[in-house]
């Protein structure tokens, strides 16, 4: 079995929370901005480069050679002798919350994790990095059954195509197109994750201290959320919801499940979550793998 997440791909627990968690906004209002061990991730700015850092396919090797298996095997229940895969992707949140996820799955005993990440990446700019193409590269190697997915940080701004032609404005402008080109393009990555029978989990994003920024990730949160809502077999983590007040604005405090004490969960760039609010976000993750792993029978 296996779970997807991220760019830089991590096997184990060998990423630890370290350094800030600053942000800076890409001149469409992007703001996903974190570490990358790739030493390659261009600034989110409006003009990004090409998406080099993708890769085409695996080799399918010779007439002889039996192709890597692109789909999982159900065989039963994870266990300790035959693990369920998790695959952690997405852009620099996954980055964030991954590695602690990781430690809470590794724990169990019964699960094995990867970690593929890629900061200022995201849905809106496949001349920057083509998604669909990386998760096509790496979905063989991995074959998980369970996969994490988080996109749309670096995601309010205008869409582009993968010439760098921008065929939609910003969401606000242009809302209903946007909203339509961005909805498609979420359920394409879904139905990707999906094929073979995965389960995935799309963790959504927080809101903004910023209110123009918040407007702009409105839009494009809603669009996967109904993206999700048109697939049952997706399970949506509404991050939004989670880390807003009672009032269901921007919050800097929760309360961390852990202790019950209210704690600080921003990082100085009022989008991002500092340490402690990825911990918390991955604690919500794990437990909707628990659930979905005893659902199929597994002691946990």
Same mark, same amino acid.
Do not use: C
């Given at each position: 079995m296996v779970v997807v997440i991220g760019f830089v791909l991590v096997r184990g627990v060998s990423a630890l929370f370290a350094g800030g968690d600053g942000g800076v906004a890409d001149a469409e209002g992007a703001n996903d901005v974190g570490a990358s061990s790739t030493g390659t991730d261009a600034a989110a700015t409006g003009t990004a480069p090409d998406g080099t850092g993708s890769s085409a396919s695996a080799d399918t090797g010779s007439a002889d050679t039996v192709p890597a298996d692109t789909e999982p095997v159900n065989t039963g229940p994870a266990t300790a002798a035959d693990p369920a895969k998790v695959f952690i992707v997405g852009d620099s949140d996954a980055g964030t919350f991954g590695p602690y996820l990781q430690t809470l799955l590794d724990g169990t005993g019964i699960v094995e994790t990867e970690l593929d990440y890629k900061v200022s990446s995201g849905l809106a700019r496949p001349d920057f990095f083509d998604w669909p193409a990386e998760i096509d590269r790496m979905l063989p190697q991995v074959n998980p059954d369970i996969v994490v997915a988080t996109f749309g940080g670096n995601d309010a701004q205008?869409?582009? +195509?993968?010439?760098?032609?921008?065929? +939609?404005?910003?969401?606000?402008?242009?809302?209903s197109e946007w909203t339509a080109e961005y909805q498609e393009r979420v359920g394409a990555v879904m139905d990707q994750l999906l094929e073979g029978g995965r389960t995935v989990i799309w963790v959504g994003i927080p809101n903004d201290d910023n209110p123009d920024v918040t407007a702009r990730m409105a839009i494009q949160d809603e669009a996967a959320k109904a993206a999700a809502a048109e697939r049952p077999e997706v399970i949506f983590i509404d991050t939004w919801k989670r880390f807003s007040g009672r009032d269901g604005n921007w919050a800097e405090f929760v309360i961390d499940p852990r202790d019950g004490q209210g704690k600080d969960v921003r990082a100085d760039d009022g989008f991002h979550l500092n340490t402690t609010g990825a911990e918390i976000l991955a604690l919500d993750i794990a437990q909707a793998i628990r659930d979905t792993l005893r659902a199929q029978g597994a002691s946990i």
């Amino acid at each position: 079995m296996v779970v997807v997440i991220g760019f830089v791909l991590v096997r184990g627990v060998s990423a630890l929370f370290a350094g800030g968690d600053g942000g800076v906004a890409d001149a469409e209002g992007a703001n996903d901005v974190g570490a990358s061990s790739t030493g390659t991730d261009a600034a989110a700015t409006g003009t990004a480069p090409d998406g080099t850092g993708s890769s085409a396919s695996a080799d399918t090797g010779s007439a002889d050679t039996v192709p890597a298996d692109t789909e999982p095997v159900n065989t039963g229940p994870a266990t300790a002798a035959d693990p369920a895969k998790v695959f952690i992707v997405g852009d620099s949140d996954a980055g964030t919350f991954g590695p602690y996820l990781q430690t809470l799955l590794d724990g169990t005993g019964i699960v094995e994790t990867e970690l593929d990440y890629k900061v200022s990446s995201g849905l809106a700019r496949p001349d920057f990095f083509d998604w669909p193409a990386e998760i096509d590269r790496m979905l063989p190697q991995v074959n998980p059954d369970i996969v994490v997915a988080t996109f749309g940080g670096n995601d309010a701004q205008g869409l582009s +195509v993968q010439s760098g032609e921008f065929i +939609v404005g910003d969401p606000v402008t242009n809302e209903s197109e946007w909203t339509a080109e961005y909805q498609e393009r979420v359920g394409a990555v879904m139905d990707q994750l999906l094929e073979g029978g995965r389960t995935v989990i799309w963790v959504g994003i927080p809101n903004d201290d910023n209110p123009d920024v918040t407007a702009r990730m409105a839009i494009q949160d809603e669009a996967a959320k109904a993206a999700a809502a048109e697939r049952p077999e997706v399970i949506f983590i509404d991050t939004w919801k989670r880390f807003s007040g009672r009032d269901g604005n921007w919050a800097e405090f929760v309360i961390d499940p852990r202790d019950g004490q209210g704690k600080d969960v921003r990082a100085d760039d009022g989008f991002h979550l500092n340490t402690t609010g990825a911990e918390i976000l991955a604690l919500d993750i794990a437990q909707a793998i628990r659930d979905t792993l005893r659902a199929q029978g597994a002691s946990i």
